[in-house]
């Protein structure tokens, strides 16, 4: 069994590794450009509030991103503090807030989004787009299939 399993490509780690040196590489190029220092997970969310046309709350974020509460209100806090975002009553309910992005917010994201269109374009160099094109439909095969698998397993999640 051992044997059967060293002997295999592990697409899963491959993945994982890919995926963390692009962050990196994002992270970088928005360090070299931005004295503040914002993660991309960060950046993601910011990039995705900046967009929306209706309200957004912390909880649709939750939905959107799948991340645990605390995680989330770990970056929610992390994005008020260095004034990307703010959160504002809506209809006099002191409860319940929008998370909008300010002009700051805006600035930051026009960075992040500059560094990894520069990151997608290097990493993509010498690469004919018809094999970018199928790299793109594979993974989102496999990420579907990954989405599947087991499905009918609950699994708990760590707050």
């Known amino acids: 069994m051992l044997a059967d399993f060293d002997s295999r490509r592990h697409l899963g780690f491959l993945f994982d590794c890919t995926a963390r040196d692009i962050k990196k590489a994002v992270g970088r190029g928005v360090t070299e450009v931005s004295a503040d220092n914002c993660n991309v997970k960060n950046g993601w969310v910011l990039g995705f509030l900046e967009r929306q046309t209706e309200p957004v709350f912390q909880k649709d974020l939750e939905k959107i991103f799948h991340f645990p509460k605390s995680t989330l209100a770990d970056m929610i806090q992390t994005l008020e503090k260095s004034g990307y975002i703010a959160k504002v ?14 002009e700051e917010g805006k600035k930051f994201n026009s960075i992040a989004e500059t560094q990894i269109l520069a990151v997608d374009d290097y990493i993509t160099q010498g690469i004919p787009e018809e094999q970018i094109e199928l790299v793109v439909e594979v993974l989102e095969k496999m990420r579907k299939n990954a ?8 699994v708990k999640k760590e707050d």
């Open 89 to 102: 009553p809506v209809d006099g309910d002191g409860r319940k807030k929008q998370i909008i992005v300010t």
């Open 147 to 154: 989405q599947d698998y087991k499905s009918y397993v609950e």
